[in-house]
């Protein structure tokens, strides 16, 4: 009974490169969250997608930022060009559902590091 | 837009003791609110959630309430452990299905 799994787990770039982080729900799943979490900071919500869509990305920068879901296969977060202040953990989540009241499961995250 | 506050300092209290954490939210209207806990390195792990028109939660050690006049949940332990220390994270659920975090507050419970 696989949770929500990341990878890669730690992930160092160098300034420029592009760094992309994948994520597969929990089975029976259909619903993926990313998030980014700064050191001594809060998750702050980044995107929201259900398969082959993004329902909210009004938390992705509007730059080098990407993220989709598609049929088949797990979602990926795509960061472009990537700088140092890109360095943080990126969470993943999913949930059964989008009614409220849903819980959501998240995975143990890919720490990126840019150098 | 939509605030979250919790405790911000950290908190450090005997073990044995009961742990009080706070959440207080502004210019939003929750149906639901969650609570999870985050250890170093590994992700959010759910704990608890708790409906608008119920009043307090209860699993085991721990218990939530949540007064939506004042705005605000507690998140109680009681009978703590040294197990128990870890950061607490409460979470509001928009209307647009997304989950939105409060910064976090750091437990230690000191055996």
């Known amino acids: 009974n696989a949770g929500v799994m990341q990878n890669p787990r730690h992930l160092v770039r160098r300034r420029g490169q592009e760094a992309r982080l994948r994520c597969s729900p929990m089975k029976g799943h259909s619903h993926v969250y990313w998030y980014r979490q700064l050191p001594e900071e809060g998750l702050k919500f980044m995107v929201y997608l259900q398969k082959e869509n993004i329902i909210d990305e009004s938390g992705m920068p509007k730059e080098r930022f990407s993220a989709e879901f598609p049929k088949e296969g797990p979602s990926i977060l795509r960061i472009q060009q990537v700088v140092r202040g890109d360095s943080a953990a990126y969470f993943c989540?999913?949930?059964?559902?989008?009614?409220?009241?849903?819980?959501?499961?998240f995975g143990e995250g890919s720490w990126l590091t840019v150098v | 837009s939509q605030k979250i506050e919790q405790n911000s300092e950290a908190l450090n209290i005997q073990e044995g003791k009961t742990a009080t954490l706070t959440c207080n939210y502004t210019?939003?209207?929750?149906?639901?609110l969650q609570w999870y806990r985050q250890d170093p390195g590994r992700g959010p792990v759910f704990l608890l959630l708790?409906?608008?028109?119920?009043k307090e939660k209860r699993k085991e050690r721990l218990k939530v309430t949540f007064d939506t006049t004042l705005k605000q949940s507690l998140f109680h332990i009681t009978a703590s452990q040294p197990a128990d220390s870890a950061t607490y994270l409460c979470?509001?659920?928009?209307?647009?299905?997304?989950?939105?975090f409060g910064t976090g507050t750091s437990l230690t419970v000191i055996p």
């Open positions: 708790i409906r608008e028109n119920e």
């Open positions: 210019n939003y209207s929750p149906a639901y």
């Open positions: 989540a999913s949930s059964a559902y989008s009614r409220s009241g849903n819980t959501i499961y």
């Open positions: 979470a509001l659920e928009s209307t647009g299905n997304q989950f939105y």
